[in-house]
């Protein structure tokens, strides 16, 4: 396939009238093919084209997309970088990726509160960039939930394979389904499982132009939407609403990013008549493993996608790529002999193959000579009815981070887990908060310095010493 027909290929599927997508209006894929064709022209005549590295910092709207499609139409390698971010992370990142130009949104002031229709934007080339790596088409960042974000390119023919890949998953939204999308378009699990997939199958997109939870229950019922894609927080903030309209058409739930909470999974299962099917991919890559039959529960992620190759050594997951997804020379260390080190630990059944995620393998901490599983202490305070989130660490001494009803102290929690965790295992520091901070992608943050500088800013009356 041509180096910029491949998308072209996504893009000439069904006919001018077929819905494409739906948010506070509809737009049909004639309509999307007319936009990206002419947003093409304005690229050409803005000279970029094959070979033009592209940094894409948009907000969340159809024209964005369109945009994305029409770069990639031109043969540019594109970066995408979250329009949430701070100038101190967006900076950075730039100087990392030195892009040829910058297509930005032209109202850059003020918070983004949902998905727009259309969005206004610049094009700018920029001084010193550098063209784009041979063959790379899509540029992304790790989430960085524990230290610096991972620069990750991948070449058309990785994303094709995944699209592949969610063809082949047993019971995936296909032409007569409405797929409402709530991960961001900025990030894989929303651009590849959402808006490319749907491009491939057929399938109607829905988008809320609201994050308000119980608008986006009024909208799925509008719209007969079929089947949902969210994160664990969306599933727990949809279980909120209160006087939910029917929705006799909903028969998919699905999720990814991180693990589904035993009760998120259990308060949505109770309330929407379904459970949350697991889906698992990295950034990457994108899809690897996952179950939408409805059978798996919490930790479970399912059996390896058709076309994903696995294994798993001393409980940890390797997955099988042909070439090492790292720009500029950086992370040698977790690919090797074409296999990428997840540093996720996962078990997997022996009879079925179907994985179960037992948490990272950088949540292990030797203390006094005893390995100590990380996730075990999550867990155990996450059993708190008080507790909706934890991350704990270890530096010298295990350190709990936590969300909690603002009653909670650092004694209560203390004697939770001396009744259910041996001494070496009890956190020495508990830092208390309603929330923990999250990154763009909605994912809990890991890092260590980064949660004493967001957590003790935020609440520092909360802030527990030692125990």
């Known amino acids: 396939m041509a180096k910029t027909q491949w998308v072209s290929h996504l893009l000439n599927r069904g006919a001018d009238d077929d819905l494409w997508a739906v948010s506070s209006a509809s737009v049909t894929r004639g309509q999307l093919r007319s936009a990206v064709a002419e947003f093409e022209e304005r690229f050409r005549n ?179 939407t079929t089947a949902v894609y969210g994160t664990p927080v969306h599933y727990d903030l949809l279980s ?67 076309g994903a190759e696995v294994k798993v050594v001393d409980e940890e997951l390797y997955v099988r790529m042909d070439r090492s997804p790292y720009l500029f020379g950086e992370h040698a260390d977790r690919y090797t002999d074409g296999w990428l080190r997840t540093f996720d630990r996962v078990r997997q059944d022996p009879a079925t193959g179907v994985l179960s995620m037992l948490g990272r393998a950088d949540s292990l901490a030797v203390i006094g000579g005893l390995k100590v599983d990380l996730t075990e202490v999550e867990n155990v305070l996450l059993a708190h009815d008080r507790v909706t989130e934890a991350v704990v660490t270890h530096q010298g001494v295990i350190e709990a981070f936590v969300g909690a009803d603002p009653a909670v102290g650092a004694d209560e929690l203390t004697v939770w887990c001396r009744e259910r965790l041996s001494p070496v295992k009890v956190p020495r520091r508990f830092h208390i908060t309603r929330l923990l901070p999250r990154n763009s992608m909605g994912k809990l943050i890991r890092d260590r310095a980064l949660l004493h500088g967001r957590v003790l800013s935020e609440s520092p009356s909360r802030a527990q010493g030692d125990r």
């Open 240 to 306: 909120r609403v209160a006087d939910r309209p029917r929705l006799p058409a909903l028969r998919l739930a699905v999720s990814g990013g991180e693990r589904v909470p035993q009760e998120t999974y259990e308060n949505f299962q109770a309330r929407f008549g379904l459970p949350i099917s697991p889906v698992y991919g990295l950034t990457e890559i994108g899809l690897i493993a996952g179950d939408l039959s409805g059978t798996s529960v919490p930790p479970q992620l399912g059996l390896p996608v058709p």
């Open 46 to 224: 803005q000279g970029i084209g094959e070979g033009s590295s592209v940094l894409l910092r948009m907000t969340p709207s159809f024209t964005y997309t369109q945009v994305l499609l029409a770069l990639w139409c031109r043969g540019a390698q594109v970066v995408l970088v979250d329009f949430r971010l701070k100038p101190a992370e967006y900076a950075p990142l730039v100087r990392q990726v030195r892009p040829q130009y910058l297509v930005a949104a032209a109202d850059t002031g003020g918070p983004v509160a949902g998905f727009r229709q259309e969005s206004e934007f610049t094009v700018r080339q920029l001084p010193d960039g550098r063209p784009a790596v041979d063959g790379i088409r899509l540029v992304q960042f790790s989430s960085g939930s524990s230290g610096r974000p991972k620069v990750i390119g991948r070449p058309a023919d990785s994303v094709l394979a995944e699209i592949d890949r969610h063809a082949a998953l047993p019971g995936i939204p296909g032409a007569d389904d409405r797929m409402m999308l709530l991960n961001s378009v900025m990030h894989n699990m929303g651009l590849v499982s959402g808006v490319l997939h749907a491009l491939a199958s057929g399938a109607t997109l829905i988008v809320p132009p609201t994050p308000r939870p119980a608008e986006v229950v009024r909208l799925m019922a509008a719209t007969g």
